[in-house]
């Protein structure tokens, strides 16, 4: 098992470092810092004095390894616009995002825990409708782009009912509308799973023992169906911290929700790389570190696996 | 008796009571105003964050010397009065009696400060450096008068000096840098009360600023740069002055009781831009089929909806020396068709890329449809190149556009140089066009500071511009804002929101 842990340590430095190499290129490849930096009436010799003053006129690989030296040294660099460490920017905000990834998740099994098992219940029951309804229902939310539902949510909610705000982080119910656009793209996918999941489950043998034995339906579906669909589904929840990370930018943007990714949206636009690569590192990490843990999940609740 | 002098003390208190309770500043009439602008600043040193969004909140808490108002006419701010002393110097006189919001008067050596921290504090690393680099030397007179010179004779130093923002010695000297960069101060209608990055600046009344104190007790600026969402804070009444208004939403606007939309014709231009350095481009008839087949009154009513006029001539009317007898090419399918021909192009001969960089002016991709459109009608393919817009930049800088780009410009400061430097070669560093006649009157009007010597030189190049068709202006931009029927607000064409003349409505 330890061998195990250190192996899949190695394998998350391998892809944070890819990962980076491939990020820390591309930014650099398609567009100049400094031509940002500067109001448009500077003159060109101003730009292309900025440029050598932060490296960028040397080749790429020498950059990376400059890049590399200063890690070293515990900086990710200061971001180039804020002028201050771009680490800590990111690490400010990282709680707001944290807040909405919370709400997020907790919407997004709200939505899929009751669905995916109605579903599947009536499924097994034979009760066409139930399960088509509530499939037609996760579909829809499949379907729907984040950044069209954010809103669709902002038009029915804010300004047409003016229920809650439209933006902004004040006070809880600024976490709603954003929480809910985020969470319920991936309620769609846990529904589904948890759906094929427990309709599988309602058909093995130990169910139908237990329904001889004469246990409550109820009890069948708490004890011993949850237990056994809950793998994949944490597996899938794991997965999805990735994928609501990634949805978080475009959620911050719709609702200008000051987490990591409006940061970094911004900071992608302007071209200023120690944000954009210090958010590219600490993704893979959180990410890749995730991933792990849920394996080791998977291990934990099923006897059978064993690394 | 005892009484009797009772009451006259009870009498005299409260004399002594009401006189104070008048003296006192009365309470704003409006209490809180929010403005929402579409980026959010990454520092409060108002030397330091250079962009629109960001000034518009210097100008609120800082003074400078002198600014545009809404004529485009250079008004004295902290600066009453100013004058050529020789062909390179300017000399100011400075408003008497200002204090910046720590009470620290407001001087000559203030002055000097603020210019020299600029030029070489390397630690404050301001961007404005390389713009002001003709200044050779701020040389302080008296408490209230200060000589800029120059290097040599720059007809806009009044007006690029005057746009700097003066920060406060004192201050800046005891708490350093990084302090001001988060608590600024300085001479304007509102104080810095806090920043909470992401989310909002709040700044409140200066009760002592010199023009009176404005009539707002508070000012909050949010970022929100998705348009939607800006537009939807104003409806439910959350913002009362939203920036950057599309058209489509206008109605929706007008339509709300609470809400109105306020328009401003701005210094912003929309260009078409001609790598002439390259075949097809270098030959000048084709330039010229180019300027005649486009239909800019058409782009202006129908896909600008209105909120845009033709651009006269070559320069936005706003801007100094804006030649009134140099006029556009008129817009005639059938003089482009001859000119092609006469130049030995066949229909369809022609195929260059349009390119432009996404997202710098309202219906960019929008205007270069119809642009494409009118170029296939007369014969040339003009394939829309949308690019992301550092792409673009960065293609622009390494001089390796070709073809047609469309590109919007703010001339800020009003002055005609600041297009012309896009014909200079060299200038930019990107040379699309280079005429070595265009390349002397450009050199010759940049050194000439007297108006009226330099008035000619300016109208000179801009006939040779359109003799040449090196860059076709197509129409000037009108800013739309969405406001709040709380208050009454005037914009400026320059773009800056400037809150101390704001009055309820």
């Known amino acids: 098992m330890l061998v195990y842990v250190v192996k899949r340590l190695g394998h998350t430095v391998i892809i944070i470092l890819s990962v980076l190499i491939i990020v820390f290129a591309l930014l650099r490849l398609g567009g100049d810092p400094s031509a940002f930096l500067l109001p448009p009436d500077a003159p060109a010799s101003a730009r292309e004095e900025l440029r050598v003053s932060l490296g960028l006129d040397q080749p790429i690989p020498l950059q990376f390894i400059r890049y590399l030296q200063e890690i070293a040294s515990g900086s990710f660099g200061d971001s180039l616009r804020w002028r201050r460490p771009a680490i800590e920017l990111i690490l400010d905000r990282v709680p707001a995002t944290l807040r909405l990834t919370g709400v997020a998740m907790a919407v997004s099994l709200a939505f899929a825990l009751p669905l995916g098992i109605m579903a599947a219940v009536a499924a097994h029951r034979r009760r066409r409708w139930i399960d088509t309804l509530a499939m037609g229902f996760v579909l829809i939310g499949q379907s729907m782009p984040t950044f069209w539902f954010g809103l669709m949510l902002i038009f029915v909610f804010a300004l047409t009912l003016r229920w809650l705000p439209p933006s902004g982080a004040d006070g809880w119910t600024s976490l709603i509308l954003p929480g809910v656009t985020l969470g319920f793209y991936s309620s769609a996918i846990v529904a589904r799973l948890l759906r094929s999941n427990v309709l599988e489950m309602l058909s093995q043998d130990f169910v139908r023992t237990a329904r001889a034995k004469g246990v409550r339906e109820v009890t069948i579906l708490a004890r011993h169906v949850a237990r056994n669909a809950a793998i994949p589904v944490v597996t899938i929840l794991g997965l999805q911290v990735g994928t609501l990370l990634g949805g978080a930018v475009v959620t911050e943007y719709v609702f200008s929700y000051p987490g990591i990714g409006l940061l970094t949206l911004d900071a992608i636009s302007q071209r200023d790389f120690p944000i954009v690569q210090g958010f590219v590192v600490l993704m893979a990490l959180v990410i890749t570190l995730i991933n792990l843990v849920v394996d080791l999940a998977y291990a934990a609740l099923d006897p059978r696996i064993r690394y | ?505």
Do not use: C
């Open chain 2, 1 to 505: 008796m005892q009484t009797k002098w009772h009451w006259i003390l009870i009498l005299f208190l409260i004399t002594l009571f009401s006189s104070t309770v008048q003296s006192q500043t009365p309470p704003a009439a409006i209490d809180e105003v929010t403005v929402v602008i579409s980026r959010d600043v990454t520092t409060m040193d108002p030397q330091v964050d250079w962009t629109l969004d960001a000034r518009n909140i210097w100008y609120n808490i800082s003074g400078y010397l002198a600014l545009h108002d809404r004529n485009m006419e250079l008004r004295g701010e902290l600066a009453e009065s100013w004058e050529w002393i020789d062909d390179r110097t300017v000399r100011f006189h400075l408003r008497e009696g200002v204090r910046f919001h720590n009470g620290e008067p407001f001087d000559a050596n203030a002055v000097k400060f603020s210019i020299d921290r600029i030029l070489y504090d390397e630690e404050a690393g301001s961007p404005w450096k390389s713009v002001i680099s003709f200044v050779e030397e701020v040389i302080v007179v008296d408490d209230f008068t200060v000589d800029v010179r120059a290097t040599g004779p720059v007809p806009t130093l009044a007006a690029q000096v005057g746009r700097m923002v003066i920060v406060p010695p004192g201050y800046i000297t005891e708490f350093g840098n990084a302090h001001f960069a988060a608590n600024p101060i300085g001479t304007g209608p509102f104080k810095f009360v806090e920043w909470v990055p992401g989310q909002r600046v709040v700044l409140e009344r200066n009760t002592d600023y010199w023009r009176g104190p404005a009539n707002i007790e508070r000012v909050v600026f949010r970022a929100i740069p998705e348009t939607f969402t800006r537009i939807t804070e104003l409806l439910t009444g959350r913002a009362d002055i939203v920036v950057q208004v599309p058209e489509e939403s206008v109605d929706q606007i007008e339509a709300s009781a609470d809400s109105r939309v306020v328009t401003v014709p701005s210094m912003q231009t929309v260009y078409l831009g001609l790598s002439a350095q390259h075949e097809p481009l270098n030959d000048p008839m084709v330039r010229q089929a180019i300027g005649h087949a486009i239909n800019v009154q058409g782009i202006v009513d129908f896909i600008m909806g209105g909120y845009a006029q033709p651009t006269a001539g070559v320069l936005n009317s706003f801007i100094w020396g804006a030649d009134p007898n140099v006029e556009r090419p008129e817009y005639d399918p059938e003089l482009a068709m001859s000119l092609l021909a006469e130049a030995g192009y066949a229909p369809g001969e022609i195929d260059i890329p349009l390119t432009f960089g996404t997202g710098r002016f309202i219906k960019d991709r929008e205007v270069a449809e119809a642009i494409s459109a009118d170029l296939e009608a007369v014969g040339i393919t003009a394939t829309v190149t949308p690019m992301e817009w550092g792409v673009w930049q960065e293609n622009y800088y390494a001089d390796s556009l070709e073809g047609l780009f469309l590109m919007s410009w703010t001339a800020t400061i009003g002055d005609p140089d600041d297009i012309f430097k896009f014909v200079e070669s060299g200038r930019t560093g990107f040379t699309y066009f280079s005429s070595a006649a265009l390349d002397d009157v450009i050199a010759k009007q940049l050194v000439t500071p007297e108006p009226a010597d330099r008035l000619p030189i300016v109208q000179e190049a801009q006939q040779l511009i359109r003799e040449h068709m090196a860059l076709i202006a197509l129409y000037d931009i009108e800013t739309t804002y969405g406001v709040s029927n709380r208050i009454e607000w005037l914009p400026q064409p320059n773009d800056f929101i400037l809150l101390h003349g704001v009055t309820p409505r």
